[in-house]
């Protein structure tokens, strides 16, 4: 019996009553209604969020914010119903509630009271985080639930974004008006360090100044150290002065009084040598007068002699001792005159000596008076030399502290001349920095600030570049539901069609007609029901296909895949295997990666991703319904093939063995069909 032969006669035994006929044509419905169904369900999910009903509850008490009155809560509840996202119904927190629960909303939006007081709180110095409360409800849907959280994202991304703008404003203005405090600023800093250059200069002028006087300072300590010890040197010498003060007092007052005696004793001596020249006068003229009668007195002599009978020679003698008599009294009378002439000059000398004893006795009481004035005065002298010594050792003392501060201040201002310099940098720096802020800083107008604000508060602006785009929600399941459909198609068709044809294993005719015939039938009409599923995915749903003849190709090799799996597990298992194929559609249901990408697996079953078709049967439909890469596509198509061919063989050797060998197994009627 040739292949084509067995299967036309599977054929005409699926068709051979009406009833066959009617559970063929329903088999082979199964992967459109399966897959049709399914992807028109979810053909577009998102377009009609719309018809969600969700609820709004604005509690906001509001808030004031730079003396007007706000409801932030009440603006974005307006803006969500004019968007018409969702279904929104603006609420009481009652109604809302009694809504989720009895399923007439899916979930609620609530505004607390304190929303825009919170939101304004952002640019004050205590601020608190606005809150936003999402209320739903898993028995009214879990995507539902996840919807509404997506939304309450979207919503609070829409607030941030809004609050952001407002703060962005307030921030650009407040930056407006730190540039024009950098202006003034930078001028400021202009002027200081002009002010620090000329501190500078004045610094360095200190510091010179400082010095020299510090050295000043060193010299006036060692002078007023001399000045100490001169200054005690006089303290003993005004005391001794006072001591001689003292006694020259003593001394011009006795000095006064013996001025006043020798004042009367000159003038007795005045008196004295006036009766004495009067005396001596008087001598004189008796001198005078003797010797003038010194002849007369010598002839009487003479003559007496010669009348008392002396000789000539006698007389002569005895005259001649007269004569010296005669020299003498001229020499008495000279001396006389002389004396006179001395007690003259001495009389004269007595006057004047009695007149300036008067008036050394004047001139003595006045010194006695000036020395007691003198002494009284070296007395204080004495006191203020002492009072000056002191005060020169604290003098001393001071220059030194003077000496030792100044060369501290010396020091000091050479560090001020060299801080003065650190700061001019520093000011140079800080006028360089504040220039480069004002420069920094743009000088913009209202309108670019509005600009600016709006950037800052929503600053990225996504652009979706996709290398490949299903487009909509459906069609990004469609090829995990195209697969599954295949399987399914493929799994119900064996419900009918048997594996293998037992008169051709009876007839013992060749395993590998055998088994091609029992895969072609199921195959075949598996190719059918993806050519139909295929007009309803591309046409009836209007997917967009980028390969349409590449992924029916993928399509049609994925169904004969599945059909030559099924049939070896039918071969060696019989009605197990049937179930068994069942087993492995939902193992692979949550292998294949068709809904959540296969990363998200457990590690088990990940593994498994990588072994069992169906996973490579939706990734080739992915690449070539989007327009992905050719080849990754070629790749699965490869593995499929694998897969076919290692299932044809395993059918091969099962039939092989079928026709061999019989056992009481293979004589039991199936347990399915």
Same mark, same amino acid.
Do not use: C
């Given at each position: ?19 066959? !006929? ?37 509690? *906001? ?9 706000? +409801? ?25 509630? *009694? $809504? ?57 991304? +829409? ?24 202006? *003034? ?12 250059? *000329? ?32 200054? +005690? ?7 001794? !002065? ?24 000159? /003038? @007795? ?23 003038? =009668?010194?002849?007369?007195? =010598? ?36 001396? #006389? ?9 001495? +009389? ?46 604290? !003098? ?32 140079? %720096? ?18 670019? =600030?509005? %600009?600016?604000? @709006? ?47 037992? =008169? ?8 590998? @007609? ?6 072609? %039938? ?12 295929? /007009? #309803? ?15 029916? $190709? ?6 004969? %895949? ?90 091969? #050797? ?20």
């Amino acid at each position: 019996m040739r292949m084509p032969a067995m299967i036309n006669a599977e054929l005409r035994r699926l068709t051979s009553t009406p009833m066959a !006929v009617l559970a063929l044509v329903a088999l082979m419905t199964v992967p459109l209604l399966y897959g049709g169904l399914y992807l028109w369900a979810n053909k577009d999910p998102y377009a009609a969020l719309d018809r969600i009903p969700a609820a709004i509850v604005v509690a *906001d008490d509001g808030a004031t914010v730079d003396g007007t009155h706000v +409801s932030y809560a009440d603006d974005v509840a307006d803006q969500l119903v004019d968007d018409g996202s969702f279904a929104w119904h603006v609420v009481s927190r009652d109604q809302a509630l *009694d $809504g989720i629960g009895d399923e007439a909303y899916d979930f609620a939006i609530t505004f607390p009271a304190d929303f825009s007081e919170a939101l304004a709180s952002a640019s004050t110095s205590s601020p608190v985080q606005a809150r936003v409360t999402l209320t739903t409800s898993d028995v009214n849907s879990y995507l539902a639930s996840t919807i509404g959280e997506q939304a309450a994202e979207a919503i609070r991304t +829409s607030i941030v974004r809004t609050v952001n703008e407002e703060a962005a404003s307030r921030l650009l203005l407040g930056l407006a008006d730190v540039r024009g405090s950098l202006v *003034d600023a930078t001028d400021g800093a202009a002027r200081l360090s002009q002010g620090a250059e *000329d501190a500078l200069a004045g610094a360095t002028s200190l510091a010179s100044g400082t010095a020299d006087l510090a050295a000043g300072a060193t010299r006036l300590d060692a002078g007023t150290g001399d000045l100490a010890t001169g200054a +005690s040197t006089l303290a003993d010498g005004t005391a001794k !002065v006072a001591d001689g003060a003292s006694a020259l007092s003593d001394g011009v007052a006795a000095l006064a009084s013996g001025a006043a005696d020798l004042a009367d004793g000159a /003038a @007795r001596v005045a008196d004295g040598n006036a009766r004495l020249a009067a005396q001596a006068d008087a001598v004189g003229a008796a001198a005078a007068d003797a010797a003038s =009668r010194i002849p007369e007195a =010598r002839a009487a002599i003479e003559q007496g002699l010669l009348d008392a009978g002396l000789t000539r020679d006698q007389v002569d003698q005895a005259l001649a001792s007269l004569d010296p008599l005669a020299g003498q009294l001229a020499d008495a009378n000279a001396q #006389v005159q002389s004396t006179v002439d001395q007690i003259d000059a001495l +009389s004269a000398g007595a006057a004047q000596v009695a007149s300036g004893a008067a008036d050394l006795a004047a001139g003595a009481s006045s010194a006695a008076s000036g020395a007691a004035d003198l002494a009284s005065g070296a007395s204080s002298a004495a006191q203020g030399s002492s009072s000056l010594a002191a005060g020169a050792t604290r !003098v001393d003392e001071g220059a030194g502290t003077l000496a030792a501060g100044l060369g501290t201040a010396a020091t000091g201002a050479g560090s001020l001349a060299a801080g003065l310099g650190d700061l001019g940098s520093g000011i140079a %720096t800080l006028h360089d920095g504040l220039a480069d802020g004002v420069a920094q800083i743009p000088d913009a107008s209202p309108e670019l =600030r509005d %600009t600016q604000a @709006r950037t800052i508060a929503n600053p990225v602006d996504l652009t979706s570049s996709a290398i490949t785009d299903a487009g909509t929600y459906g069609a990004g399941l469609a090829p995990f539901f195209i697969s599954l459909a295949a399987w399914i198609g493929i799994y119900a068709l064996f419900l009918i069609v048997k594996p293998v044809s037992r =008169r051709a294993i009876t007839a013992i005719h060749s395993p590998v @007609r055998v088994t091609l015939a029992g895969w072609l %039938t199921p195959g075949s009409l598996g190719a059918l029901q993806m050519m139909g599923l295929f /007009a #309803v995915v591309s046409s009836a749903l209007g997917f967009s296909v980028a390969h349409p003849w590449g992924a029916y $190709g993928m399509m049609a090799l994925a169904s004969l %895949t599945f059909a030559a799996i099924i049939l070896a597990l039918n071969v060696w298992l019989g009605s197990v295997g049937q179930f068994l194929g069942l087993v492995l559609m939902v193992l692979q249901l949550v292998t294949a990666g068709g809904t959540f990408p296969w990363q998200t697996l457990p590690g088990p079953l990940a593994s498994l991703h990588h072994v069992l078709p169906m996973g490579f049967a939706v990734d080739g439909l992915r690449q070539l319904m989007y327009g992905g890469s050719a080849s990754a596509a070629w790749g699965d198509a490869a593995i499929l093939a694998l897969w076919l061919g290692g299932a044809l063989l395993v059918s091969a #050797v099962g039939v092989t063995r079928m026709t061999h060998r019989r056992t009481l197994r293979d004589l039991q009627p199936s347990l399915i069909g």
